[in-house]
């Protein structure tokens, strides 16, 4: 069983910066798609941004420009770097990986909370 664990999340001002970190442990042989989905008060969640094999990238059109993904795979960890933050960015974040361990594997995190207020 993969187990994620989330840090980095907490209350800034509009226009700050905070990096989230999201940690993979267990067996792992293969990690496929890396990615943070967050979930605002009354509404879906929704992918923030995606890593995939090679790193190229995806992001929603409310991030680009101001946020960006990277990954480490040696340490099997994905990270958001979320710059020029606006209270519309306020939300549970989640971190989600897929790969292969003793079996395929698709696993959340526990989630961290953002807040963007003055």
């Known amino acids: 069983q993969v187990q994620l664990v989330e840090s980095g999340g907490g209350l800034v001002q509009p226009g700050g910066s905070l990096r989230l970190s999201c940690a993979a442990s267990?067996?792992?042989?293969?990690?496929?798609?890396m990615g943070w989905y967050r979930q605002a008060p009354g509404k879906q969640r929704e992918l923030v941004a995606a890593?995939?094999?090679?790193?190229?990238?995806n992001y929603a059109d409310s991030v680009k420009g101001r946020f960006t993904i990277s990954r480490l795979n040696a340490k099997n960890t994905v990270y958001l770097q979320m710059n020029s933050l606006k209270p519309e960015d306020t939300a549970v974040y989640y971190c989600?990986?897929?790969?292969?361990?003793?079996?395929?594997?698709?696993?959340w995190g526990q989630g961290t909370q953002v807040t963007v207020s003055s």
């Open positions: 890593i995939l094999p090679g790193d190229s990238t």
């Open positions: 267990g067996i792992i042989f293969s990690i496929d798609v």
């Open positions: 989600n990986i897929r790969g292969i361990g003793s079996t395929p594997f698709d696993s």
